[in-house]
């Protein structure tokens, strides 16, 4: 009996040192040269929630949760006939506004070029009745000399009545003829100065063509608006990534700002790692980094540190002892590098940090 104790004792004591043995052997295969520190994390992702600008009911919803998008794919469809009606009306009135804006720009153009014309026809009818002013006046003189000439040789009685009467009926036609060029002069001269107004009129149409511009303006503008709201029933994914969540579904009405889906931006993978306190000196952002992930296990991953907490996590607000303080971890996300697509959120994987520059780097075992 006390030589099978003595046995037992003798083969549990080789597997203890077997054991111990083992630990030991297996610590120094998996230790990293100094230089080198190994954390464990998952892949996660800025989160991206997609959401209508516009009010209506989802026609069709063409993405799942778990499929891969492209960036413009698209996801949702909303009904567009009321909107595709605002932006009927609002071509039309930017039509209308078009040819109103013709039409001012042709009577500009006319009044412009007519303005010196008239200006100028007016000028010259005013000149034209001085000059005929003067002729009558000249006919007016010498017809008051034969009248006053044929007065006194009547007298004398050395012409007869007749020569008087048409030296009398030529001096009065003459004074007729001045008084109608008189009148006619005034009104010329009103039509020359009504004419030196016509500027004015040019500055008039001028002043409709820049109104119908702006309210050309102000019509395009409700067509750019209408537009819009009509792309915007149009829902496209704005990066390329995962679907994480939906919450519409076909025949839905939906309001601005509504989450339709979550996704995750695979150009914008992280590992979140935690990464013990007397350690977290060591780290900095921008250092360099190497993930690895289980459904890769031969590929490293390039990657940055792109954050580090300034706070310690999962770990009591106030710590006294120095025990407790080198429980304490911080979270720190390294961006990787994933033009491929092969990291996906949710993987598990060891984020290995270089935090001296002259160690080479080296897989985790």
């Given at each position: 009996?006390?030589?099978?104790?003595?046995?037992?004792?003798?083969?549990?004591?080789?597997?203890?040192?077997?054991?111990?043995?083992?630990?030991?052997?297996?610590?120094?295969?998996?230790?990293?040269?100094?230089?080198?520190?190994?954390?464990?994390?998952?892949i996660?992702g800025?989160?991206?929630?997609?959401?209508?600008?516009?009010?209506?009911?989802?026609?069709?919803?063409?993405?799942?949760?778990?499929?891969t998008?492209?960036?413009?794919?698209?996801?949702?469809?909303?009904?567009?006939?009321?909107?595709?009606?605002?932006?009927?009306?609002?071509?039309?009135?930017?039509?209308?506004?078009?040819?109103?804006?013709?039409?001012?720009?042709?009577?500009?153009?006319?009044?412009?070029?007519?303005?010196?014309?008239?200006?100028?026809?007016?000028?010259?009818?005013?000149?034209?009745?001085?000059?005929?002013?003067?002729?009558?006046?000249?006919?007016?003189?010498?017809?008051?000399?034969?009248?006053?000439?044929?007065?006194?040789?009547?007298?004398?009685?050395?012409?007869?009545?007749?020569?008087?009467?048409?030296?009398?009926?030529?001096?009065?036609?003459?004074?007729?003829?001045?008084?109608a060029?008189?009148?006619?002069?005034?009104?010329?001269?009103?039509?020359?100065?009504?004419?030196?107004?016509?500027?004015?009129?040019?500055?008039?149409?001028?002043a409709?063509?820049?109104?119908?511009?702006?309210?050309?303006?102000?019509?395009?503008?409700?067509?750019?608006?209408?537009?819009?709201n009509?792309?915007?029933?149009?829902?496209?994914?704005?990066?390329?990534?995962?679907?994480?969540?939906?919450?519409?579904?076909?025949?839905?009405?939906?309001?601005?700002?509504?989450?339709?889906?979550?996704?995750?931006?695979?150009?914008?993978?992280?590992?979140?790692?935690?990464?013990?306190?007397?350690?977290?000196?060591?780290?900095?952002?921008?250092?360099?980094a190497?993930?690895?992930?289980?459904?890769?296990?031969?590929?490293?991953?390039?990657?940055?540190?792109?954050?580090?907490?300034?706070?310690?996590?999962?770990?009591?607000?106030?710590?006294?002892?120095?025990?407790?303080?080198?429980?304490?971890?911080?979270?720190?996300?390294?961006?990787?590098?994933?033009?491929?697509?092969?990291?996906?959120?949710?993987?598990?994987?060891?984020?290995?940090?270089?935090?001296?520059?002259?160690?080479?780097?080296?897989r985790?075992?």
């Open positions: 009996m006390t030589k099978r104790k003595k046995l037992i004792f003798a083969i549990l004591g080789g597997l203890m040192v077997m054991g111990v043995g083992l630990s030991l052997l297996s610590q120094w295969w998996s230790a990293l040269p100094e230089g080198l520190l190994l954390a464990s994390g998952r996660e800025d989160e991206i929630v997609i959401a209508p600008k516009i009010a209506g009911r989802a026609v069709a919803v063409l993405k799942d949760r778990g499929e998008v492209a960036t413009g794919e698209l996801l949702v469809r909303l009904s567009s006939e009321q909107i595709q009606a605002q932006l009927d009306r609002a071509r039309e009135q930017e039509r209308y506004w078009q040819d109103r804006v013709r039409q001012a720009e042709i009577d500009l153009d006319y009044t412009a070029q007519q303005v010196p014309k008239d200006i100028a026809a007016a000028e010259a009818q005013v000149a034209t009745v001085e000059a005929r002013i003067q002729e009558a006046e000249a006919l007016l003189n010498r017809n008051h000399k034969d009248f006053l000439r044929y007065q006194a040789l009547l007298a004398r009685r050395v012409a007869p009545q007749q020569k008087l009467d048409d030296a009398t009926a030529n001096y009065q036609a003459s004074e007729a003829n001045k008084a060029l008189t009148r006619e002069l005034a009104q010329t001269q009103a039509q020359w100065r009504k004419a030196q107004l016509l500027p004015q009129t040019v500055e008039l149409k001028r409709e063509v820049q109104a119908a511009q702006a309210s050309l303006a102000a019509a395009q503008a409700v067509v750019r608006e209408a537009e819009a009509l792309d915007d029933t149009l829902i496209h994914s704005p990066a390329d990534g995962i679907l994480l969540t939906r919450t519409v579904e076909p025949g839905e009405v939906v309001n601005p700002g509504t989450p339709l889906f979550t996704m995750v931006d695979l150009n914008q993978l992280y590992l979140k790692v935690f990464v013990n306190e007397p350690d977290i000196g060591k780290i900095r952002l921008g250092q360099e190497r993930i690895y992930v289980d459904a890769f296990p031969d590929r490293p991953f390039p990657a940055r540190v792109s954050r580090v907490s300034p706070r310690a996590e999962f770990t009591p607000k106030y710590v006294e002892t120095r025990e407790e303080r080198v429980k304490m971890v911080f979270a720190v996300e390294l961006r990787a590098e994933n033009q491929e697509g092969y990291l996906k959120p949710g993987m598990p994987g060891e984020g290995l940090l270089r935090w001296k520059d002259d160690v080479p780097w080296q985790p075992r």
